[in-house]
């Protein structure tokens, strides 16, 4: 179905647990048709007050739809879930969180049944849907055209990335940000460990430090331009071997403050271990190829 402006196209969804909940609010609040499924009925009951019809079946769900988005608890759900359901003529949506190869099998799943698959990432929490503020957003990946056609109802509970037909390729983008995010948290923690048992007020150290990580995120854009050149010694403000020479500093401040040591050190490592392979005069890229390993 290609959706026009104004047209309410109907949506089927699967699974009701905090981040469905969401989705379903906002095509409800939109006025898109919407039928929902989930595992446990009891979760439909607020949403069939607002208006959206309960099936009683995974089937009957996705026989109501032509759009029919999967937010499930894992790949094995899917599974369960849709195994035994006809999926011809249906466009499936899988905003399950999962990795690049369940995502591709997942494609091949789909198509072999008789149906177009997009494969989703959602760079949101719960609260983030339906708030255009928040800043949320979904990667998407996997068949373009699926995604043209609905770009307009799936953009309704956040914004939409479309980052390549490669089906892998949201939730390739979606573990790659998180896992950023995690590093991130990890010198934050060790951060506030530092200073744990010092008369220093954490809510007075906290813009310090959000305020030093801002100025140096982008410093991937030269990690960026850096890989796509294969020079590592271009723009470099700190070279490897002068921040080498520092790590000692950083490890014997974590001793002195009680504070153990096991989130920096193994980046610490990494360090030493390109300093001996590579040039000193490099900048830290090069610790993208130390740890990607060989085919």
């Not at 009925?41 to 019809?53: E, I, N």
């Not at 037909?165 to 506030?192: N, Q």
């Not at 809510?203 to 991937?220: C, V």
């Not at 470099?236 to 500093?249: C, D, E, F, I, R």
Request: hydrophobic share 45%; charged share 20%.
């Amino acid at each position: 179905m290609t959706e026009t402006h104004g047209d309410k196209s109907p949506v089927t969804l699967l699974g009701l647990g905090a981040m469905g909940t969401a989705l379903a609010r906002t095509w409800l609040a939109a006025g898109h048709p919407l039928t929902v499924w989930n595992r446990t009925p009891g979760r439909a009951a607020p949403l069939a007050a607002d208006g959206a019809k309960v099936a009683g079946s995974a089937a009957e769900a996705v026989a109501a739809s032509p759009l029919v988005v999967v937010c499930l608890l894992d790949d094995a759900s899917v599974e369960e879930t849709l195994g035994g359901v006809d999926l011809t003529g249906r466009d499936l949506v899988n905003v399950v969180t999962g990795t690049p190869a369940q995502a591709r099998a997942r494609a091949a799943w789909a198509e072999r049944r008789g149906a177009r698959y997009l494969d989703g990432g959602i760079m949101a929490v719960p609260p983030m849907i339906g708030v255009p503020e928040a800043g949320g957003y979904v990667f998407y990946s996997g068949s373009r055209e699926l995604f043209e056609e609905h770009r307009e109802t799936l953009a309704v509970p956040a914004g939409t990335t479309y980052v390549g037909e490669d089906a892998g390729f949201a939730a390739l983008h979606d573990v790659a940000l998180l896992s950023a995010m995690y590093g991130l948290f990890a010198g934050v923690t060790h951060a506030f460990a530092l200073i744990r048992r010092e008369d220093v007020d954490p809510a007075a150290f906290a813009p310090l430090l959000t305020g030093w990580l801002t100025a140096m995120a982008p410093a991937a854009h030269t990690t960026a331009r850096q890989l796509t050149s294969g020079d590592y010694t271009t723009d470099v403000v700190s070279n490897l071997a002068m921040q080498v020479a520092g790590t000692p500093t950083f490890l014997a401040t974590a001793e002195e403050q009680g504070v153990s040591p096991e989130l920096i050190r193994p980046y610490f490592e990494l360090m030493r271990r390109r300093l001996a392979v590579g040039s000193g005069e490099e900048d830290l890229t090069g610790l993208v190829d130390l740890l990607v390993r060989k085919p």
